[in-house]
């Protein structure tokens, strides 16, 4: 069992609270994220990331040297439990500051750290992750978009599918195969690519996600340098599982499920006496797994931040949160039938819930289903039980 220390000290509680008020000031009531129908919510997302990168707020753990303010794990841990307890207001902006600029620290050239960090720390760009193709989702490694040697670069070629806010996107973060022959985790490569590169055409999917979330992306002899790779050639898989294990505690999933299910009682006032008991009592026990799905966030963000952080303790917390999210999402729905459809505070707490319940129902798909993820488990765990035995 590992010894963990919660406390998240005053300078995080002293955050929250200035992220509140930012919220508050900056973000219409009733906001429900960048990817509705209406432009303006686009707009309020574009801007909101302005304002809280001159806060320095918008990539705070990064170094002060990449834009950050070198704030702690724990900082940054309240940055997204805020922002996606109020449905995300950073928009799409959350890829490049968790993951993509994350990983260029890690891997990129110094030119490559110097011409994207700072306009992803200013909040001015958007990345989207082109991974997923029709055949490969679950099985990533077996992907196909191929990326051929034409003279000192490469001629990229093939298609994505479901690649998030393509159509908004000014780079897209490329997983393609470079050289084939062994096992099919080798030979792949990680390519940063502008969108605006001749041969990339982009198809939107229309999803109850939203008109601007899902897309197809496809690659027609797209030309790439060895400036636009990140990393090693035929080395991508390393960084792709780097990336994975970021995105995969990235989104604090239970700090929405958390605000609605506190919101509940306070928005159906003195009916909240008269609902069934039963439904009370889920009420409850959701509230309790919604805490303690924050731990398990914490005990996984602590063993990242000391490099100890195995990939069945990331699995563990995507099932855990994931389901919570999805259950939630079901439980709210029923508390909301009983809240009247009356304008204000009411109508803005179902609209709230009805989008909770889209999103949970992506989560046990996005970024990895949930069977490969018990699988993932299973055989850590099973693995452990065999080494003891054979030692025993
Ligand atoms: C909202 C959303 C946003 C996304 N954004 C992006 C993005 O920005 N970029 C990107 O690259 N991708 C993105 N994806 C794609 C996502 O990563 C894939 O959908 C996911 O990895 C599953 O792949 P798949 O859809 O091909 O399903 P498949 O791999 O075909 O799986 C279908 C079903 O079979 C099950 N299954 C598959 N293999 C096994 C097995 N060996 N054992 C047991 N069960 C198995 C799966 O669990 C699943 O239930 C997004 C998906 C969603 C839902």
Known sequence: MRRMD????????????????????EVPEGFLG???????????????????????????AWPERFGGRGSSVWEQTVVREEMWAQ???????????????????????????REHLPPIARGEVIWCQGFSEPDSGSDLASLRTAARRDGDGWQISGQKIWTSYATMAQWCFLL????????????????????EAPGIVVRPIRSMLGPHHLNEVFFD????????????????????????AFERVGIARYARCERLLQAAPEVLAERWETMPAPLRT??????????????????????????????????????????????????????????????????RFRRAVDDHWRYANAATVASGSIEMQQILLA??????????????
């Open 176 to 195: 393609a195969r470079t050289s084939a022959g062994g096992r099919k985790q080798q030979g792949l490569t990680v390519f940063l690519l502008p969108m």
């Open 87 to 113: 449905h995300e207001p950073r928009g799409a902006q959350y890829m490049g500051v968790n993951w993509v600029g994350p990983t260029i620290m890690r891997h990129g050239t110094e030119r490559q750290q």
């Open 282 to 347: 889920r009420w409850a026990r959701m509230l309790t797994r919604a805490r303690r799905a924050r731990l398990l966030a914490y005990q996984v963000i602590a063993a990242q931040s000391t490099g100890t952080v195995a990939p069945a303790d990331t699995a563990a917390y995507r099932i855990a949160v994931t389901r919570l999210d999805q259950e939630s999402a079901a439980l709210l729905t029923e508390l909301a039938a009983h809240v009247p459809d009356e304008q204000g505070a009411r109508r």
């Open 221 to 244: 002899g797209v030309r790439a340098t060895e400036a636009d790779v990140l990393g090693r050639v035929d080395e991508g898989w390393s960084v792709v599982q780097e990336v994975l």
């Open 379 to 392: 055989r850590s765990l099973l693995g452990g039980v065999r080494r003891a035995g054979e030692a025993a």
């Open 34 to 60: 960048a990817f509705t129908d209406d432009p303006a919510d686009l707009a309020v997302a574009q801007r909101f990331c302005g304002v809280l990168a001159e806060h320095g707020l918008l990539c705070a």
């Open 6 to 25: 919660f406390t998240m000290g005053e300078a995080a509680s002293g955050l929250r609270g200035e992220l509140r008020r930012l919220i508050a000031a």
